[in-house]
């Protein structure tokens, strides 16, 4: 059964530093891994979508790596800012699966003034 | 182009009652997805839908049933609601194929009293 864990649950910084978070997946059946934003009680937004093939995929700061065979992305932050306060959630999709996606708990990011 | 849109924002219902949630994926969208979400969890996969057929159920009751309509447009409807369905219901878009980048409207909030 596949399980997806971010780590850590929350992590608070000081604005203009470089942060990164951690998300592992315990089967490396995937067809990709997608990163996602959430404002607190809104939907998500989609930042990246690597698929199974790519090591990296990169959007203004935000640079995210897949490591399939180890189980692990992380997404990269560079100079971070206020408005990037908010739950960041990765999520896999298994081979053999259409709408599937398995997310973890997320990660509160809070960045500080 | 307009986003995924959910109908409606909020709803409060009292136990025992039915509910339907409305979704309108993104256009030229033809596969819609549903998600719970409880608090301070990941989402949670309900349905996928393709082409007005189900493609993938998650792991709930028979209480939930969903539906696609020829505009792609999907219903997801929960009968003889229980204090544990208050959540936010998220509805997800993409292109055909397991391969593609699912976006996300808004939610639904609801609240079962």
Known sequence: ?113 | DAGVTQSPTHLIKTRGQHVTLRCSPISGHKSVSWYQQVLGQGPQFIFQYYEKEERGRGNFPDRFSARQFPNYSSELNVNALLLGDSALYLCASSWAGAMNEQFFGPGTRLTVL
């Not at chain 1, 959007?59 to 960041?88: F, V």
Request: charged share 15%.
């Open chain 1, 1 to 113: 059964k596949q399980e997806v864990t971010q780590i850590p649950a929350a992590l608070s910084v000081a604005e203009g530093e470089n942060l990164v978070l951690n998300c592992s997946f315990t089967d490396s059946a995937i067809y990709n891994l997608q990163w996602f934003r959430q404002d607190p009680g809104k939907g998500l937004t989609s930042l990246l979508l690597i698929q199974s093939s790519q090591r990296e995929q990169t959007s203004g700061r935000l640079n995210a790596s897949l490591d399939k065979s180890s189980g692990r992305s992380t997404l990269y932050i560079a100079a971070s800012q206020p408005g990037d306060s908010a739950t960041y959630l990765c999520a896999v999709r298994p081979t053999g699966s259409q709408g599937n996606l398995i997310f973890g708990k997320g990660t509160k990011l809070s960045v500080k003034p």
